[in-house]
């Protein structure tokens, strides 16, 4: 299937598009931008910077990928993005590029990132990430897979998401959130576990039950993190797959749980 690109559109000398990839009216993509096959850049759309963009991905109209870091400590040269298969990229999003050529703003695939939202250079995001319109995520955010942000969240700078977490709308995300867990608040707050979630994606009530003891634990026991964490070192499985992506995300929280 050849290439389907649209008379106006401004492909810069350079750019590698695959077999099937279709741009739009006055759409741009830049010099050194490569998309895989299948992806449809539609109109006034733009992919810019050293980005990597995988299998049938969609960025819709108005939408900027690529761009120049917003990071002050930008000294010129090549700035990278890595983007993976089937990403959504609703109106008006922008998704921005690493400060430097050894660093790497990441998203993963079978997301979907509504409009108006930002993420920002040298974040990491994992797959299955559903962002709400106007949320943000400052820069060195990690977001591990299946995490949902509510529309009009904002992310702090090296804050991170966990599996299956929820951020609710209009949350400010200052410290890190821990998986299979809803957020919320200004400042935001873990208040309960996603249990919908959860329920939604086929755990069974004993997981889920679980899941709900090692909340417990960690907020509403009056244990501090180190106390939490040997309760369930001596009480629970630790080798359960929730016991144990919960203790290992609580072992590299920079930022403390939220």
Same mark, same amino acid.
């Not at 990839?21 to 992806?39: L, N, P, R």
């Not at 591990?144 to 529309?151: C, E, F, R």
């Not at 576990?193 to 634990?217: C, M, P, Q």
């Given at each position: 299937?050849?290439?389907?690109?649209?008379?106006?559109?401004?492909?810069?000398?350079?750019?590698?598009?695959?077999?099937?990839?279709?741009?739009?009216?006055?759409?741009? %993509?830049?010099?050194?931008?490569?998309?895989?096959?299948?992806?449809?850049?539609?109109?006034?759309?733009?992919?810019?910077?050293?980005?990597?963009?995988?299998?049938? *991905?969609?960025?819709? !109209?108005?939408?900027?990928?690529?761009?120049?870091?917003?990071?002050?400590?930008?000294?010129?040269? +090549?700035?990278?993005?890595?983007?993976?298969?089937?990403?959504?990229?609703? #109106?008006?999003?922008?998704?921005?590029?690493?400060?430097?050529?050894?660093?790497?703003?990441? +998203?993963?695939?079978?997301?979907?990132?509504?409009?108006?939202?930002?993420?920002?250079? #040298?974040? +990491?995001?994992? *797959?299955?990430?559903?962002?709400?319109?106007?949320?943000?995520?400052?820069?060195? $955010?990690?977001?591990?897979?299946?995490?949902? %942000?509510?529309?009009?969240?904002? $992310?702090?700078?090296?804050?991170?998401?966990?599996?299956?977490?929820?951020?609710?709308?209009?949350?400010?995300? +200052?410290?890190?959130? !821990?998986?299979?867990?809803?957020?919320?608040? *200004? !400042?935001?707050?873990?208040?309960?576990?996603?249990?919908?979630?959860? #329920?939604?994606?086929?755990?069974?009530?004993?997981?889920?039950?679980?899941?709900?003891?090692?909340?417990?634990?960690?907020?509403?026991?009056?244990?501090?993190?180190?106390?939490?964490?040997?309760?369930?070192?001596?009480?629970? *499985?630790?080798?359960? !797959?929730?016991?144990?992506?919960?203790?290992?995300?609580?072992?590299?929280?920079?930022?403390?749980?939220?």
């Amino acid at each position: 299937m050849a290439t389907n690109i649209h008379p106006t559109a401004i492909i810069e000398q350079g750019a590698q598009l695959g077999e099937g990839v279709s741009v739009g009216a006055y759409a741009y %993509i830049g010099a050194q931008v490569k998309i895989a096959q299948g992806t449809v850049v539609m109109h006034h759309a733009t992919v810019d910077g050293a980005t990597t963009m995988g299998v049938n *991905n969609e960025v819709h !109209p108005y939408a900027y990928v690529g761009g120049k870091t917003h990071d002050l400590k930008y000294q010129g040269g +090549v700035h990278r993005l890595q983007i993976g298969d089937r990403n959504v990229f609703r #109106e008006f999003t922008t998704v921005h590029c690493a400060t430097s050529a050894e660093q790497l703003t990441i +998203v993963g695939s079978d997301n979907n990132i509504l409009s108006y939202s930002h993420i920002a250079h #040298e974040c +990491v995001v994992g *797959n299955h990430l559903v962002m709400s319109s106007h949320s943000a995520l400052g820069g060195h $955010v990690v977001v591990d897979d299946y995490a949902n %942000i509510g529309w009009g969240a904002g $992310v702090h700078q090296f804050c991170r998401v966990g599996t299956r977490a929820m951020v609710g709308a209009t949350s400010k995300v +200052v410290q890190d959130v !821990p998986p299979y867990v809803i957020s919320d608040g *200004n !400042p935001a707050a873990t208040r309960t576990i996603n249990k919908v979630g959860l #329920e939604r994606a086929g755990y069974s009530k004993e997981d889920i039950s679980l899941t709900r003891r090692v909340f417990k634990a960690f907020f509403k026991d009056g244990m501090n993190r180190s106390q939490a964490v040997e309760w369930l070192t001596t009480n629970e *499985n630790i080798d359960h !797959p929730i016991v144990k992506t919960f203790l290992d995300f609580t072992a590299k929280s920079q930022r403390g749980l939220g």
